[in-house]
């Protein structure tokens, strides 16, 4: 009878282990991909005994550059980010020792820029903070750098890792050594974590297979067995039976309508989005050949982008300007000529596109704004083949209005409705939303 029992458990302890298997195996993928930023404090060697160097660093730093870095942060960074809590934005706790200030500086001034040159780490963070764009600040370098010794200041009163207010190094381009290590440390202690387990796992469905064979041959002895017993003792490894258990098929059937349901959910959201789209064009017209290694001006061909609710696509003359000399030969080029001599445009297909209902204004994005292309059409630059980089919904207006402070500086406009609005609500910055942005009639007609 025991060894039934104990037969059972090790195809239980099988079934454990194949699970933590599966578990282990996409957990840690999705460790791998996960943010390194808000691990500060489980990194190891960020020992108690360290946090007194970092105090006195900040000590003896530069004591108005602080209070001065300390105004300007609550001024413009707090909303967003807190020294050692993730809010909209990471914790900026141990900035210095992840970014240098050589990289900070230009992020700060404008992230969008950084993410779309493609630099790997801000595309990281960027993707890992669901596309949401940290807005541009006209903060000059000297300001910048009084906010990082604030940083560095405060994450020092408060146990900081080591030597995190010596960080500082305002050296071009250099990255801080131990970056990359420090990043990768808490996701691989997981990684061994697993493996132990899965060991662990492994030692235990083995002894429980040797146990179990013990017992079969002490059973085997006795003479006082009756037949059923003695077939069950004797029965092998029986795959069929686990499946033909109601508990498993139970589990099973469970597991298939949870994946059904998951899909069919995000399959109904997806409906009417058309992120990632990318149409063949009539024309091998590259942006990343023109825009990007020519470094012509978007506005150049789009010429209404800042003038006018549309940017326009150029027509086949704008490409003329240079196409009557340069590759005339090219049997794509030789397309333009044939549209011009057709007197029919070229049939561009339409990448982005935006219901009817819904009304978007370039120039006041653009001109009015100061919001970089890239923001929203992604690295265009970079692209062989345009492709939808944002969502386009709702949503996404609705969520960068609510975030993006609104430029009021020099406008007398906004004088008296900035003031109501400090009034009413202290600290809170003046956004988009704030001046009416989120307002169904100023995007519905
Ligand atoms: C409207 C919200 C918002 C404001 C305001 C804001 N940030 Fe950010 N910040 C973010 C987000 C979101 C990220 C994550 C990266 C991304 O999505 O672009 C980020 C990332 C960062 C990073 C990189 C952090 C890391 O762990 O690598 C730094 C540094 C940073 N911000 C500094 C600042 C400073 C300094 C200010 C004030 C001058 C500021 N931010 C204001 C939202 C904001
Ligand atoms: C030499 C002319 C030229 C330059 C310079 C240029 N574009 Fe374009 N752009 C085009 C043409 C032609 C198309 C239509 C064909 C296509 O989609 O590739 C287009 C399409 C686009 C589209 C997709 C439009 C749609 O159908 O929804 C976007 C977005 C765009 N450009 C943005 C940019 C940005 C941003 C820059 C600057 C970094 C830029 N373009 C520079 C010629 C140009
Ligand atoms: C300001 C100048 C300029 C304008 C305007 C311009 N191009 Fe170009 N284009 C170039 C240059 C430079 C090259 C690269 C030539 C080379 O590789 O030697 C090029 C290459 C190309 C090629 C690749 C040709 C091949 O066979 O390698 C295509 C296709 C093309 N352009 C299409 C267009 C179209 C369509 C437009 C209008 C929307 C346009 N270009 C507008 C400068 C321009
Ligand atoms: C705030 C986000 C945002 C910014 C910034 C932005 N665009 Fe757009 N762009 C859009 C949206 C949304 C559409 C789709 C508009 C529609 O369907 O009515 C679009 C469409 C386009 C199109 C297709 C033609 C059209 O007007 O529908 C082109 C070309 C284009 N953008 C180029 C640019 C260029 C060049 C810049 C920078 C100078 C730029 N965009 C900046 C959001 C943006
Ligand atoms: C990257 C951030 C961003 C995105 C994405 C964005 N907007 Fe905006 N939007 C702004 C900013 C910033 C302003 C304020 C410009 C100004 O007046 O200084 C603005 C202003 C506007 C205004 C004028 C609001 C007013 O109070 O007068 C409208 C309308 C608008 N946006 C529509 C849209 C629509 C529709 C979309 C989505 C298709 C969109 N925006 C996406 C940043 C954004
Ligand atoms: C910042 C601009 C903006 C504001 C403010 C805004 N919307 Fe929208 N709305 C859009 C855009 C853009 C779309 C189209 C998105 C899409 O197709 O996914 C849309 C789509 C919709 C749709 C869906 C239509 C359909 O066919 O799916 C409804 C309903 C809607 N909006 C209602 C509202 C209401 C109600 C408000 C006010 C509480 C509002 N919107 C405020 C930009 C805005």
New binding site residues.
Partial sequence: MNSIRLRSLSHFFLALFLTFAAVGNTAAQDVGSAPA?SKEGVVPGATAAAAPAAAAGATTGDAAAIAAGDAL?KG??A???AINDKI???A?AG?TK??SLAW?IP??KN?SKV?ASGDEYAVK??NE?QK????S?Q?SDAEITS?ISYVTAEEGKIAGPPGAATGITPKDGAETPGTTAEAGASSSTIDILLIVLVVVLLVLVVTLVIIANIMKDVLRGRKDLDGRDVEQMESRFDLAKIYRSPVVRGLALGLFALVVLYESVQGVMAIGLTQGYQPTQPIAFSHKLHAGENQINCSYCHTSVYKSKSANIPSANICMNCHSQIKTESPEIKKIYRAIERKQPIQWVRVHNLPDLAYFNHSQHTQVGGIECQTCHGPIQNMEVVYQYSALTMGWCINCHR?SPLNTKGNGYYNNLVKLHDKANGAAPFTVSSNGGTECSKCHY
Avoid: A, D, K
Avoid at 132 to 135: A, E, G, I, L, R
């Fill in positions: 930023v942060f413009n960074c909303q967003c980010h909209v934005g990471p900026l900035i992840r970014r900070l992020w700060i992230s993410v963070i960027y903070y949401q764009q940290m807005p600040f903060l906010i975030e």
